[in-house]
């Protein structure tokens, strides 16, 4: 909408209609105006809508936004209702909002954390970034730690890196599972809930192993690179060592057959099925 159609808007509004607890009336008539809209109905979160025709141009809105524009002469991109009733259009019930904002309100606790492995892992987005709040045991603490993002974020927009130092104040097991996440080097979360240490070194990713604490994956990774200072050769031990069953680097088992995975370009290629082990390698 631009500032010349907010302006139509505006003044059509005032010249025809009054607000009065959370409705437009019409001054002529004393009807409230704004109908019922069906898709809302149909995805459980009804609203009313309002038509305005102003010289020749049809203007469509809900009626929260034409009652903003009535009183600010501004049309926010969406409402946030308080109380979570949509139909409930009073003043004080209304809040410009952020899209975020919006989907919390009707977002369920349980779709703001997942299970992975033996633990749930808890995801949120904070401006427009969506980033881990940590893996827990129980599915009960990961809904607390969900609920509390939720809050301070409805209460204080801000950037995931925020949200996690607030949380690691507020609640005693985020620091444990959300701390290391924000400021430990080389760690990251895997499916099972632990943490896995990944070291980039000369063009080469080196796994270096799983640990059960973010501290001890770091430690782990400051650890090689103290090694290597001392003995560059240790580098061709973990890019020759053994990744698979097979005992081949490189060559893996399937059905009655090997197959080799090798990298050319950044591209993984797929080479087989062989008979033997030997043949392909």
Known sequence: MTQEELEL?????????????????????????????????????AHLMVVLSIDMKVFCMPLSHAIWIYHFKEKPRYILFKDGNRMNCMLENLKPATIQEIQFQFAEANQGFKKCGNKFRVCIRASDYEGSLGAYDTEETA???????????????????????????????????????????????????RFDCKFNFKGHSLFLGTFDDAIDAHNEALHFKEQYKKNPSILDKYLNRVTNKTGVRNVYEAGDGYFVIITLNKKTHKLGPFKTKKKQA
């Open 143 to 193: 809904k607390e730690i969900y609920l509390l993002a939720k809050k301070i974020l409805l209460d204080e927009p801000m950037g995931i890196r925020e949200l996690r130092e607030k949380i690691c104040t507020i609640h005693p097991l985020a620091k444990k599972y959300v701390e290391p996440k924000r400021i430990m080097p080389f760690t990251y979360f895997n499916k099972s809930g």
């Open 9 to 45: 808007v505006f003044n059509r509004l005032h010249e025809k209609y009054r607000y009065e607890r959370g409705e437009l009336i019409n001054k002529k008539n004393n009807a409230s105006i704004g109908t019922m809209s069906e898709p809302s109905l149909k995805k459980g979160h």
